[in-house]
């Protein structure tokens, strides 16, 4: 795998940003299914970026030790490659919400409860608290 290659065309994300974990410069070696996780996920991100904008990538793969330092869900998504934190670059996350709810046929729901980021997967089949 080459870091610096797009995880799949229709997104701008490369390899690296989705395995970096956080400042850390830890760059995550991930399983067959943890790829493939990262593949379905962004393919159903697609849409979402073309409706709410840009954003950065605050977190994708979790190591289970840097999930544990960053007092991760002992569960969370993001250690299967099935969740992304991102960081709209044009709207607001209240705004992200809103536009993502009026969507029909999602696959990838939303974590209710956070203000600073914007936090999708597909493990959840609705939107939902922390």
């Not at 989705?18 to 393919?43: K, V």
């Not at 977190?59 to 999930?67: G, K």
């Not at 969370?76 to 993502?100: R, T, W, Y």
Request: proline share 5%; aromatic share 8%.
């Amino acid at each position: 795998m080459n870091l610096d290659e797009q995880i799949i065309p229709e997104l701008p994300y490369i390899w690296l940003q989705a395995l970096t974990q956080g400042f850390t410069g830890i760059i995550a070696t991930p399983t067959e299914e943890q790829i493939e996780n990262i593949r379905y996920l962004s393919t159903y991100l697609v849409p979402i970026i073309g409706l709410i904008g840009h954003c950065s990538i605050n977190s994708w793969l979790r190591t289970s030790q840097h999930n544990h330092d960053i007092g991760g869900a002992p569960h969370s998504a993001h250690l299967l490659g099935a969740a992304v934190d991102l960081h709209p670059q044009k709207n607001s996350v209240g705004e992200c919400k809103e536009m993502i709810k009026a969507t029909s046929n999602r696959k990838l729901f939303f974590e209710i409860n956070t203000t600073n980021w914007l936090h999708l997967d597909f493990k959840h089949d609705h939107d939902f608290i922390a």
